[in-house]
């Protein structure tokens, strides 16, 4: 019986070892903890973690700190593989019973820096019933990292690149200025402080409040970036204001002020719409950005790119520890075409008129060599915060933020008579030595329709010179009439072949097209049902009726004229280069066609047009007398629904060999007895020539 019971007994022994799982392995653990990490699953993380790792740290802190580290990461992803496990060795470095590393190499994925790779001690416990948990710490999230250490991603700012002329004078470049900014917790007497500090920022004490209203006690909240220019007076005044804390910041200057302004534009502080855009490329609230002008157009060339340190850092902020980094890439210089010396003569000349533009083109390269819009600003105003200053640019009803020279439409009057002789010689409306009569009424389409020359007196036939020279708009009526008898397309095609009522194709510049108006299109716009008439072809013969153009457009077309018919894409950035010098990318001279003229026809309207200024009865004669180099020129007087004529003046310096193509408006004009508004732009155009060519004026 007894022999019989312990056979049975050693045959369930048996049985039962045989029936026995295997104990589990730690590094069984390890892949569960590692798979969950790598699904972002830290709940069931924190299930694997010890009861002792539980207790010091509850299921929402561990979850939360993952998630919250993930996002500071910007993490995509991670890839991790397990090491070898070895026991874990106590101070003297004997294995401790129960207790294993698993080595974890974690390669980490953030859309900020390039991969990095770390190796993670995981220590895992056994449990009493033989499983194996996690015995977590904040180590195990990254090396180096405690209870109070935070992981931090920093952001590395660019140098933005800096606007330079053709000579490498800035144009815009940054400055050493400060940031004045107000500490919540730290104002004593709110309102004596803001009695105090409006004025100084020339900001509006609600204005002040209500930038710092929502920062916690300790924060420091921007008020205002003061540029270098501010006096040592008022720094001293800011510095002593309870609550007000000063700070030195990178300022965006222009140094030459109000020069070229329109073309250069400016920066101001980031919108909320801007950052939606513009935020996955590190822009944040509080950036500066462009707002116009170049400054916006060029702004990832001019921003460069943001660049990245992740890191581990005390509660206080300091570093402990970079996990990576990848470099900012500082921005890079544009190079204008401007020339300072005619670009200054341009504003001075323009400093006469209330309204107008000029633009200066090299009429063999397509350069820009001016380009002034005025009434101006000066975009420090903006860079700077200067509120008040620029609140008056914004509500100024003549529109000083307007750029007229490549934004402004305006007809062109008599300096589209050029294309229409252009157009008339070619298609034989027209024949070289031709006189065509001059009354001062033309009743080409019977008395009814009759239209008007400037002149009161009937000067008889007159030749292609003398029409030009004397601005004969009846000339030009014939003119038109015979075009359009023969062919409606045939002036509005010209003109755009010069260039007028489309885009020049300028880089980086914000231009409006204008419009030439054709059989299909007589006037602006797509719904009109209003069809094309005789009195059209007329009207656009003498540059009137719907025709419409921007000064940069009239520089391109009369550098057309003065090189043969060869229509150049403008250029005023002529490279974008590193702040070493070193030029990564050139913008060469383009060719966008030739103009639709015959070759043997230039040299006739050049000398009509010479006769504008250096015959006694021509229209500039007045304004450029005693000149002392020769120019070619066509004045140009334009009706607008205002009743304030835009006057126009075209040409070109030196005759028979010139290097500048100019064009100037004067923008409504208030006529004086005997002269017309294109008297005013003839004076632009002179002065500004003097400047270029370096003669008096």
């Known amino acids: 019986m007894l022999r019989r019971f312990a056979l049975a007994f050693g045959a369930l022994l048996v049985v039962s070892v045989a029936c026995e799982a295997p104990a589990p392995k730690p590094e069984e653990a390890a892949r569960s903890y590692a798979d969950a990490w790598q699904r972002a699953g830290y709940a069931a993380m924190y299930d694997l973690l010890t009861p002792a790792a539980q207790r010091r740290t509850a299921r929402d802190a561990f979850v939360t700190r993952y998630g919250n580290i993930a996002d500071e990461m910007s993490l995509t992803g991670i890839d991790v593989s397990l090491g070898v496990a070895t026991p874990e060795q106590d101070a003297s470095q004997k294995p401790i019973d129960g207790r294993v590393d698993v080595p974890l190499t974690v390669r980490y994925k953030t859309t900020k820096i390039d991969p990095f790779t770390r190796t993670v001690a995981l220590i895992l416990v056994r449990q009493p019933d033989k499983s194996w948990k996690v015995d977590w710490t904040p180590e195990a999230i990254v090396p180096g990292l405690s209870g109070d250490r935070l992981v931090r991603m920093t952001r590395l700012a660019p140098t933005r690149?800096?606007?330079?002329?053709?000579?490498?004078?800035?144009?815009?470049t940054f400055g050493d200025g400060f940031e004045v900014g107000v500490v919540p917790g730290q104002i004593k007497d709110e309102a004596a402080m803001l009695h105090s500090l409006a004025p100084l920022l020339a900001l509006p004490e609600t204005e002040i409040k209500k930038r710092y209203a929502n920062g916690q006690p300790d924060w420091f909240m921007p008020i205002r970036v003061m540029p270098p220019s501010t006096s040592a007076d008022a720094r001293e005044k800011l510095g002593v204001i309870e609550g007000v804390q000063l700070r030195p910041a990178r300022v965006r200057q222009y140094p030459q002020g109000t020069l070229a302004a329109h073309v250069i534009g400016y920066?101001?502080?980031?919108?909320?719409?801007?950052?939606?855009?513009?935020?996955?490329?590190?822009?944040?609230?509080?950036?500066?950005?462009?707002?116009?002008?170049?400054?916006?157009?060029?702004?990832?060339v001019l921003a460069g790119v943001f660049g990245w340190r992740l890191g581990i850092v005390e509660p206080d902020g300091s570093q402990t520890a970079i996990l990576g980094e990848r470099a900012a890439e500082q921005g890079q210089d544009v190079q204008l075409s401007l020339d300072l010396t005619v670009q200054r003569a341009a504003e001075a000349a323009l400093a006469a008129e209330p309204k107008g533009a000029v633009v200066v083109e090299d009429p063999s390269s397509g350069e820009i060599l001016a380009i002034a819009s005025r009434p101006t600003f000066d975009p420090n105003a903006f860079a700077s915060g200067d509120v008040a200053a620029t609140a008056r640019y914004v509500s100024d009803a003549t529109r000083p933020l307007f750029d007229r020279a490549t934004d402004g439409q305006y007809p062109t009057g008599?300096?589209?008579?050029?294309?229409?002789?252009?157009?008339?010689?070619?298609?034989?409306?027209?024949?070289?030595?031709?006189?065509?009569?001059?009354?001062?009424?033309?009743?080409?389409?019977?008395?009814?329709?009759?239209?008007?020359?400037?002149?009161?007196?009937?000067?008889?036939?007159?030749?292609?010179?003398?029409?030009?020279?004397?601005?004969?708009?009846?000339?030009?009526?014939?003119l038109g009439k015979r075009l359009n008898d023969k062919d409606q397309h045939l002036l509005p095609d010209t003109a755009k072949s010069f260039g007028l009522g489309k885009a020049t194709d300028i880089d980086y510049v914000f231009e409006a097209e204008g419009f030439v108006p054709t059989p299909e299109q007589p006037v602006p716009g797509t719904t009109s049902d209003r069809v094309w008439l005789p009195g059209d072809a007329t009207n656009l013969a003498i540059g009137q009726g719907q025709l419409l153009v921007t000064p940069l457009q009239m520089a391109n077309y009369v550098s057309t004229v003065l090189n043969d018919g060869t229509l150049l894409k403008p250029r005023l950035v002529m490279n974008i280069q590193k702040r070493d010098g070193t030029v990564v990318k050139t913008f060469e001279r383009a060719e966008l066609?030739?103009?639709?003229?015959?070759?043997?026809?230039?040299?006739?309207?050049?000398?009509?047009?010479?006769?504008?200024?250096?015959?006694?009865?021509?229209?500039?004669?007045?304004?450029?007398?005693?000149?002392?180099v020769?120019?070619?020129?066509?004045?140009?007087?334009?009706?607008?629904?205002?009743?304030?004529?835009?006057?126009?003046?075209?040409?070109?310096a030196p005759y028979g060999n010139p290097t500048f193509a100019i064009a100037a408006l004067a923008e409504e004009v208030v006529e004086q007895r005997g002269t017309f508004a294109s008297v005013n732009a003839a004076r632009i155009a002179r002065k500004t020539l003097a400047g270029a060519l370096n003669v008096s004026p």
């Open 593 to 628: 066609g030739k103009a639709n003229a015959r070759p043997q026809d230039y040299a006739a309207v050049r000398d009509g047009m010479r006769g504008v200024v250096a015959d006694r009865d021509g229209t500039a004669y007045g304004p450029f007398f005693g000149f002392s």
């Open 414 to 478: 008599s300096s589209f008579k050029l294309i229409t002789s252009f157009a008339a010689l070619r298609e034989g409306a027209l024949q070289p030595g031709e006189k065509v009569p001059c009354p001062a009424v033309w009743t080409g389409y019977g008395q009814k329709y009759e239209q008007l020359n400037h002149e009161t007196g009937d000067l008889g036939p007159i030749d292609l010179h003398t029409a030009l020279a004397r601005s004969c708009n009846t000339f030009y009526y014939e």
């Open 630 to 652: 020769p120019v070619l020129g066509k004045s140009g007087t334009a009706e607008t629904s205002v009743g304030k004529p835009d006057g126009w003046f075209i040409a070109g």
């Open 161 to 172: 690149g800096r606007i330079i002329a053709r000579d490498g004078t800035e144009l815009a």
């Open 267 to 300: 920066v101001g502080v980031i919108t909320a719409d801007e950052l939606q855009k513009l935020g996955p490329k590190g822009y944040q609230d509080g950036d500066f950005v462009g707002k116009t002008g170049l400054e916006q157009t060029l702004e990832d």
